[in-house]
């Protein structure tokens, strides 16, 4: 007998049921390595979403304003320095020189949340560097994104084409930048004028929420509230970024928020980060393991053209 294939890898995915369509939602539990194959049964996961969803609206009556002016409050003075810290690195005054922003203590129940899912897997990387009592000052620290893992990242390099890979799902392409000679160690085949960077990375990987309309909604470090509420902290340091008007929306990257304005700023009761432990909501399901891949492909075009 031939050997048995390698399973592929997954991770347990929380996956909040009742708020996507419907077809989205059977469509990925059908993903799934465990998932619904076609022989019949998707109307048992139809009557789940069906369940969830019969939940939800109840909770918009019951919970109608949940959301709206949330308190906030002042960094305690101790953890002041964790964020003049995050306040001085460049990276993160380049991504939030925008609109007026400030760090204070949010309630992570009250947060709206736009991520459908959240990996548990990453949740667990967080948890063992938090520790199971972390003091106010390690929370500041993973909220801030003061203390990360950073994930190894690999290139190959064939000809023009350059692939990178990472394990982690907040690798990304940042942005290209011209560069003087003077600005880069090394030697050139040549005399350069300029140069080109093309930049890959990760974004300050801080909790981060905006403000619209008397509402907090959160963009960045799903994965982080998540491990710190599991673990029964509610109030923590957050980047609020305030907003004043919908064009700002899609200046600061987030154009989803005025697409779907119904939902996060009108809807009585939009989806909150509590939902992710509302055993009614919440579906545990494996999800294939993924990472990032970049792919830049450089194509260069060089020829004498007429002087103007």
């Not at 049921?17 to 390595?33: D, L, Q, Y």
Request: proline residues 10%; aromatic residues 6%; neutral net charge.
């Amino acid at each position: 007998m031939p050997p048995a294939s390698p399973a592929a890898p997954v991770d347990p995915h929380v996956f909040l049921a009742g708020r996507p369509p419907i077809a989205e939602f059977i469509h990925f539990m059908r993903k799934s390595p465990d998932g619904v194959r076609p022989d019949g049964l998707e109307s048992s996961l139809a009557e789940e979403w069906r369940e969830a969803n019969d939940h939800l609206r109840s909770l918009e009556a019951l919970e109608a304003g949940w959301a709206d002016a949330p308190r906030t409050d002042p960094l305690p003075p101790e953890l002041r320095p964790y964020a003049d810290q995050l306040e001085a690195d460049p990276a993160f005054r380049q991504t939030h020189g925008y609109v007026p922003t400030e760090i204070r203590m949010v309630e992570l129940d009250r947060l709206v949340v736009s991520q459908k899912q959240i990996n548990l897997t990453q949740v667990g990387i967080i948890r063992e560097e938090l520790g199971p009592e972390p003091a106010p000052e390690a929370i500041a620290r993973i909220a801030l994104g003061l203390s990360r893992y950073a994930p190894p990242v690999r290139l190959i390099q064939s000809h023009d084409v350059f692939t990178f890979t990472c394990d982690s799902r907040d690798f990304r392409f940042l942005e290209p930048i011209v560069l003087l000679p003077d600005q880069l160690a090394g030697s050139f085949r040549g005399v350069p004028a300029r140069c080109v960077a093309l930049a890959v990375g990760f974004s300050p990987n801080c909790l981060g929420a905006i403000q619209a309309e008397q509402r907090l909604i959160l963009v960045n470090g799903s994965h982080r509230a998540y491990a710190l509420r599991e673990l029964g902290i509610t109030r923590v340091p957050c980047v609020i970024q305030k907003t004043t008007r919908p064009e700002e929306f899609e200046l600061i990257g987030h154009k989803e928020i005025s697409q779907r304005s119904e939902l996060y700023l009108r809807n009585p009761r939009p989806p909150l980060l509590k939902d992710y432990f509302d055993s009614r909501l919440r579906r545990i399901v494996p999800v294939a393991s993924a990472k990032r891949l970049i792919r830049i492909q450089l194509r260069i075009d060089q020829s004498d053209v007429p002087k103007l």
